[in-house]
């Protein structure tokens, strides 16, 4: 096997979806570790380094987190069967597609979820959620901190106030799965019981693990439930002493979990929490990037979705297309600068915008130059796919 020091990916077109991303080499390098039983004490170790980089990035002492084989969204199925006991209320705050997806993902386990909607290009104000919660009871309030969809960043800092000062027994469930790493989250300070990702976005490792992590009282809230979890898989009653035990040191069985996506894992925390750029300089980066991308966007002539700035996310953009271009034209336009962007993704209007993604090494490594191409690609390809229609 090639020296970690000298294994270069092979050319590629620049992935600037909004997940998966790019990864490092680092990180390609650990996913192509040997074959290793999951039992060995080297990854018993690695395991449970997982873990607590993890609470470093979410800013958790006390937050248990699962690493679990499927998707981001088996983190919905772990909040639904393991927090919500049928018959039990969700107040969904929809900023997007997501929303309507967790609703359903919360009916399939007998939860009663209230969907509390935006118009398309904003989020549920405070105000909002402050009348909801004061109209009926409600188990969990569930937030898409940023919607793939749309691109807006909901305020889940302010969220979370609003919930503990009017609803204080409510649990706050937070989708992160195209924020965390891209944007700040500290679970402790801000009083947020969930949060759940996956790790094909700001994490930067290719996708296939379900992650999230649960506060003390969230866990305490499973703990105490009148009936058992309505998943088998998803349970906490089984997953919740594996997380344990390799943290402990020690293994332990119940599924197999994806070893070398563990590896490759585990080399994206070690750059991210012990590199030589910080989480709050990570944050800036994300931030500054998005204000270049955006810019090119506004200089075009181009409207985002996101209705307000200060509410658009700083890991990805959605633009609506102007008349006469089509998603595919657009895309193959960029596929032809070696760029790979996508098209929407709402259901009604999936053919008339596009979303870019600038996360994790794009944006963090500026030697690469990946902001620059994707700059430079929307000018060219715009000009090309105006002169094509």
């Known amino acids: 096997m090639a020296e970690q020091s000298k294994f270069k990916q092979e050319p590629h077109k620049l992935l600037v979806i909004p997940g998966p991303i790019e990864v490092s080499d680092d990180v390609l390098f650990a996913n192509a570790h040997p074959s290793m039983s999951h039992i060995s004490p080297d990854f018993i170790s690695v395991f449970g380094d997982s873990i607590r980089m993890l609470r470093e990035v979410l800013f958790t002492k006390t937050g248990q987190p699962f690493l679990v084989a499927g998707s981001g969204t088996l983190g919905w199925d772990m909040v639904a069967s393991n927090l919500?006991?049928?018959?039990?209320?969700?107040?969904?705050l929809h900023s997007g597609y997501f929303g309507d997806s967790l609703a359903e993902c919360l009916k399939v386990y007998g939860a009663k979820p209230v969907q509390l909607k935006a118009q398309i290009g904003a989020a549920p104000t405070p105000d909002e959620l402050e009348n909801a919660l004061k109209g009926s009871k409600f188990k969990i309030v569930t937030v898409t901190h940023v919607d793939t969809s749309t691109g807006v960043l909901s305020d889940i800092k302010s969220i979370a106030e609003v919930v503990r000062r009017v609803s204080p027994e409510t649990l706050v469930i937070v989708d992160g799965v195209c924020s965390v790493a891209s944007e700040e989250i500290r679970m402790?300070?801000?009083?947020?019981?969930?949060?759940?990702t996956a790790p094909q976005k700001g994490l930067g490792t290719p996708p296939g693990l379900s992650i999230l992590c649960a506060s003390e009282r969230a866990i305490q809230t499973f703990t105490t439930r009148t009936a058992p979890p309505t998943s088998y898989y998803a349970s906490w009653v089984n997953w919740l002493p594996i997380m344990k035990a390799y943290e402990q040191g020690t293994a332990a069985y119940f599924a197999t979990p994806p070893v070398n996506l563990i590896y490759a894992f585990n080399a994206s925390l070690t750059e991210i929490t012990k590199g030589k750029v910080s989480l709050e300089e990570r944050f800036r980066l994300h931030r500054e990037a998005s204000k270049r991308i955006k810019q090119a966007v506004t200089d075009l002539g181009l409207k985002q979705l996101v209705l307000d700035p200060a509410f658009a996310a700083n890991g990805m953009t959605a633009v609506w297309l102007?008349?006469?271009?089509?998603?595919?034209?657009l895309l193959s336009a960029f596929a032809k600068k070696?760029?790979?962007?996508?098209?929407g993704l709402l259901k009604d209007f999936k053919t008339k915008y596009f979303r870019i993604g600038h996360m994790g090494i794009s944006v963090v490594d500026s030697s690469r130059g990946d902001v620059d191409k994707i700059i430079d690609a929307l000018g060219q390809s715009f000009r090309e796919a105006g002169a094509a229609k």
């Open 338 to 343: 070696d760029v790979v962007i996508a098209g």
């Open 84 to 92: 919500v006991e049928p018959g039990e209320h969700a107040l969904v």
């Open 188 to 196: 402790d300070d801000w009083g947020i019981d969930v949060v759940l």
């Open 322 to 329: 102007p008349e006469g271009v089509s998603v595919p034209n």
